[in-house]
């Protein structure tokens, strides 16, 4: 894996009053196997900020003036708002892809940029965490984030644009004339997610991602993924200990029973989230829905049952795509998703065995994604473009 070292500055951003904050509302606090190159500013590890208040300013972003983005978003305009959260609003915005500079609309290179709201506390440590993080990693799994802009009240982060959203939009959406995600696009963006899991857990960044769900997978004009929002990223535990302890955050339905209970988190904890995404990705429904039948409220709690049985496998698969895959493939993906859902954490499987098991399960094969050929081996990265993240 390429590194490269830097020594960054570090800026002071002044933190407003903190709520607290919990879990229920998806709310936030604070070896690459896959052989895809990574960087991380530190030969040995991430730089760390020496309190929560400062800015490690890598050498590869930019600090833009307010009046940049006003201009690129064409002063926020409410049609360049592309989403909207907690956090604040997502524009759509276009810079000059070499100099940054801000340019006319349509033209040069689109940008994501993501505005905390001025008159919520929700989101100054997530704002700063997501620069101190980001501002460091660099994969193809990982939303590359461009710059932030730090000005009077204004706290905006920077984001190339990720053309086709998130895969929570593009996996729950239902309307006639939307096409369901095939069942090869589903598992290269169960492998890309897998990738970008195992460059952050790896020894080298050693990074506990903590916010694994569909909303936070981004893809692609080829179907590439990418994880983002790092709000709530953690560096793994230090020395001889073996978990980090911290307040109980992130998005009910996909956090981990044991981090739940004690706090305790480890790199097991993403895996357990991993699992709850590759169910959604089979089943094409929601880690929690109300709406559902009773008993079926929480998928993992439905599910898990049906899966251990090979014969009732086929009831938790999405009927959308029926036909797209074998009883073995089936058979593959309830393993390891059963795997990654063990109440007992020690039993599940790290990061780099989840991408081999998927790298098998590809076969190696040349699989064609709307006209574009992609191997298991291999994510192209041409077209990166971020789209805005969920706020």
């Not at 993080?133 to 461009?146: A, D, F, R, T």
């Not at 008993?295 to 899966?307: C, F, M, R, S």
């Not at 795997?339 to 098991?357: A, F, G, H």
């Amino acid at each position: 894996m390429g590194c490269c070292f830097s020594a960054p500055l570090k800026i002071k951003a002044e933190s407003p009053p903190r709520n607290g904050l919990n879990s229920n509302d998806g709310s936030k606090e604070e070896n690459d196997p896959s052989g895809l190159s990574g960087k991380v500013s530190s030969s040995s590890m991430l730089l760390t900020p020496q309190s929560e208040d400062e800015i490690l300013e890598a050498t590869n972003l930019k600090n833009f003036a307010f009046n940049e983005l006003r201009t690129a978003t064409r002063n926020f305009r409410p049609d360049s708002m592309v989403g909207e959260g907690g956090f604040g609003s997502v524009f759509k915005g276009w810079i000059d892809e070499h100099t940054l500079a801000p340019t006319k609309a349509g033209t040069g290179m689109v940008i994501a940029v993501k505005r905390l709201n001025q008159e919520s506390n929700q989101g100054h440590t997530e704002w700063l965490t997501e620069i101190n993080y980001l501002g460091q990693l660099s994969h193809p799994n990982l939303v590359k984030l461009i710059g932030y802009s730090l000005e009077d009240d204004h706290r905006i982060l920077v984001y190339e644009f990720v053309a086709k959203g998130s895969l929570d939009n593009h996996l729950f959406r239902r309307a006639s004339y939307i096409q369901p995600l095939s069942w090869n696009i589903r598992m290269k963006i169960a492998l890309d997610a897998a990738k970008g899991l195992a460059f952050l857990h790896s020894d080298e960044v050693d990074v506990i991602f903590r916010d694994f769900k569909t909303s936070n997978i981004l893809l692609d004009p080829n179907y590439n993924a990418k994880l983002s929002d790092f709000g709530l990223a953690k560096n793994g535990p230090q020395g001889d200990k073996s978990h980090v302890s911290t307040r109980v955050m992130g998005t009910f339905g996909y956090a981990a029973p044991e981090y739940i209970a004690t706090g305790h988190l480890t790199k097991r904890s993403d895996i357990y989230s991993f699992g709850v995404v590759l169910l959604e990705l089979m089943s094409g429904k929601r880690a929690l829905d109300d709406n559902r039948p009773s008993g079926e409220h929480n998928l993992v709690e439905w599910a898990k049952p049906l899966l251990i049985n090979k014969h009732k496998i086929s009831q938790v698969m999405d009927a959308r795509i029926e036909g797209q895959y074998s009883k073995r493939e089936a058979k593959r993906i309830a393993h390891l998703a059963i795997q990654c859902l063990s109440t007992e954490q020690k039993v599940r499987p790290n990061i780099e065995d989840v991408v081999r098991s998927l790298e098998h399960l590809q076969d190696s094969n040349h699989t064609q994604i709307n006209g574009h050929s992609s191997t298991s081996n291999s994510t192209p990265i041409s077209s990166l473009s971020p789209s805005p993240l969920r706020t």
